[in-house]
């Protein structure tokens, strides 16, 4: 498996080992004596234990600053993707108190490696309370996720993470656009550079009073067939890429306030032309006086070609800037690196390891990836 330091030298590129599905374990790996597993149903309220857990103990950075802090809609949004399957919400619960105390989420995907689609499946969202992180549960959570894709006949599944766990087939790299250059520096996480001035940062940041680009609107649902096409048209110049259908369109670009916006850029008969997309990550904020949380935008996907892609890309940062948003990310991936310098995004310490399992691929830069995990 891509995980695996597997010492063996250069592999063909491919599945690394076949299993039959026989042999795959009907029943969840034992936990200790305490805990038990339990499926989350994730369009009931449980959804709501799923989200105190994770508010409370998923990926807080490292000075105790910020940590993510995704609403009920967000969740629902991620965690219900087309295709999705119940049992692919799970975690485990302290029998005495019935307390989840552990979480982790599976999402099926279609991804081409190099010209050959693949039905895999996207493993995120993995938290488990603080308290119980040395009873090794965290490694039964991963273990699980083997099972119970292998179990639908999946073999193959991505994960990322922020540092270097085995031996991932690429990196990228996170820069950051402010466009609230004050309060984000009253953060923590932006300086005044040597030899400018706060006022003059400021008056930097700001970004167009109008998106400059005529027909620009938001994405409508007569919009999936023809967004469809220029991603899947885009996408295939990438060596490793999504694969997507109307329906995973619909429910991953069609605007949802405060949680995803889509623009697409209509031509006489309103045929989409050209879009782009950012969703919305929303922190709490621990070391400000006031403020007690933040809004980035993250750059999703987009093609652009009756305009130059960094006009796109300022039209998304100026429909950013109108929600309030404090900031603005994008990673090195896909054709990003063509406006982050003039668009005056600057580098930040973050990075996003990515592996597959089971699956040997040869190690690509951030510029081959044509994929978002979320």
Aim: hydrophobic letters at 40%.
């Amino acid at each position: 498996m891509q995980f695996e330091d597997l010492d063996k030298g250069e592999l063909p590129v491919g599945i690394i080992k076949k299993v039959d599905i026989k042999d795959v374990p009907t029943e969840p790996y034992p936990l200790p004596d305490e805990f038990k597993w339990v499926n989350i149903d994730v369009t009931t309220k449980e959804i709501e234990e799923v989200y105190a857990l994770l508010s409370e103990f998923y990926i807080e950075d490292y000075d105790s600053s910020f940590r993510m802090k995704h609403s009920l809609d967000y969740f629902k949004w991620i965690f219900t993707p087309p295709g999705y399957h119940k049992d692919w919400a799970f975690g485990f619960r302290l029998k005495a108190t019935n307390e989840l105390v552990g979480f982790t989420h599976i999402s099926p995907l279609k991804v081409s490696m190099g010209g050959e689609v693949l039905d895999a499946a996207d493993a995120s969202f993995a938290a488990v309370n603080t308290k119980y992180r040395m009873t090794g549960l965290a490694p039964l959570l991963i273990k699980e996720v083997n099972r119970r894709t292998a179990l639908r006949n999946v073999w193959h599944y991505f994960m990322s993470t922020d540092r270097v766990l085995f031996a991932p087939f690429t990196e990228t790299w996170f820069y950051r656009r402010e466009l609230d250059f004050k309060t984000i520096m009253e953060f923590g996480v932006a300086e005044v550079p040597e030899g400018s001035t706060l006022e003059k940062e400021i008056e930097l940041s700001k970004v167009p009073e109008s998106a400059n680009i005529p027909n620009l609107r938001p994405m409508t649902k007569e919009d999936i067939p023809q967004v469809l096409a220029l991603l899947t048209e885009y996408l295939k110049k990438f060596t490793v890429h999504a694969v997507f259908t109307e329906e995973k369109i619909a429910h991953l670009l069609l605007p949802k306030e405060d949680i995803v916006y889509t623009y697409v850029i209509a031509d006489k008969d309103n045929k989409a032309t050209d879009f782009i997309s950012f969703y919305i990550v929303t922190y709490s904020v621990f070391k400000h006086p006031t403020i007690k949380e933040s809004k980035v935008g993250f750059l999703l996907y987009y093609t652009a070609k009756t305009v130059p892609l960094i006009n796109l890309v300022n039209a998304a940062l100026y429909q950013a800037a109108k929600l309030g948003l404090h900031a603005f990310t994008a990673a090195d991936k896909m054709d990003n690196t063509q406006f982050l310098k003039d668009l005056r995004f600057t580098w930040i310490n973050d990075c996003q390891q990515i592996y597959i399992y089971n699956y040997y691929f040869n190690v690509i830069p951030a510029n081959q990836l044509g994929l978002n995990l979320i």
